[in-house]
C-alpha cells in the first residue's frame, strides 16, 4: 500500500523549506574541500572545536599518568618485598598474603589501592603475625 506512492522532493513537498529540511542531493557542490588533509586542517583551524581537542588531550595526560603511576609504585612495593623478604623468610614461617608459601608461587603482597600494599607474615613464636603495609605516593 505505501509503496506505491512516488517520493517527493523537498521543492515538491513545499519551496519555502530552507536548511536541513532541503535534499541533500539538491546541494550543487558536495564538499569544499579536496581531501582528508584539508578537512583535517580546517578542524584544527577553524577554532570550533578547541575545547574539544583540549579536553581529550587532558584526557589522555590523564590515562598515560594514571597507568605510569601505578606501574612505578607497584615497581616499587616489588623492590622493597624483594630487598626485605629473606629478612621475613628467616623469622616467619609463613610469608605473603595467600594461603600457598612464597616457595610454592604464593602471593607476597596485596594491593589495597594504586598506593597502598599489604604483607602478612606469621608462624613465629611468641609472634602472632607481622602486618605490614606500603604507603607509597598517589602518583595519579
Keep these: 500500500f505505501f509503496f506505491f506512492?512516488?517520493?517527493k522532493t523537498a521543492y515538491e513537498m513545499l519551496r519555502s523549506?530552507?536548511?536541513?529540511?532541503?535534499?541533500?542531493?539538491?546541494r550543487p557542490q558536495v564538499s569544499s574541500f579536496d581531501s582528508y588533509?584539508?578537512?583535517?586542517?580546517?578542524?584544527?583551524?577553524?577554532?570550533k572545536f578547541?575545547?574539544?581537542?583540549?579536553?581529550?588531550?587532558?584526557l589522555l595526560i590523564f590515562i598515560v599518568n594514571y597507568f605510569?603511576?601505578?606501574?612505578?609504585n607497584l615497581n616499587m612495593?616489588?623492590?622493597?618485598?624483594m630487598y626485605h623478604?629473606?629478612?621475613?623468610?628467616?623469622q616467619f614461617a609463613h610469608v605473603g598474603v595467600s594461603q600457598m608459601s612464597a616457595q610454592q608461587g604464593g602471593a607476597l603482597l596485596d594491593q589495597e589501592s594504586i598506593?597502598?600494599?599489604?604483607?602478612?607474615?606469621?608462624?613465629?613464636?611468641?609472634?602472632?603475625?607481622a602486618a605490614v603495609t606500603i604507603d607509597l605516593q598517589k602518583r595519579q
Design 17 to 26: 523549506l530552507v536548511g536541513s529540511e532541503m535534499c541533500i542531493r539538491d
Design 37 to 47: 588533509k584539508d578537512i583535517a586542517l580546517n578542524i584544527f583551524t577553524s577554532g
Design 68 to 72: 605510569t603511576g601505578k606501574e612505578k
Design 5 to 7: 506512492f512516488k517520493q
Design 85 to 90: 623478604k629473606e629478612i621475613f623468610d628467616q
Design 50 to 58: 578547541n575545547l574539544e581537542i583540549v579536553a581529550v588531550s587532558l
Design 115 to 129: 598506593n597502598q600494599y599489604k604483607f602478612y607474615a606469621s608462624g613465629r613464636q611468641n609472634v602472632h603475625y
Design 77 to 81: 612495593a616489588r623492590t622493597w618485598m
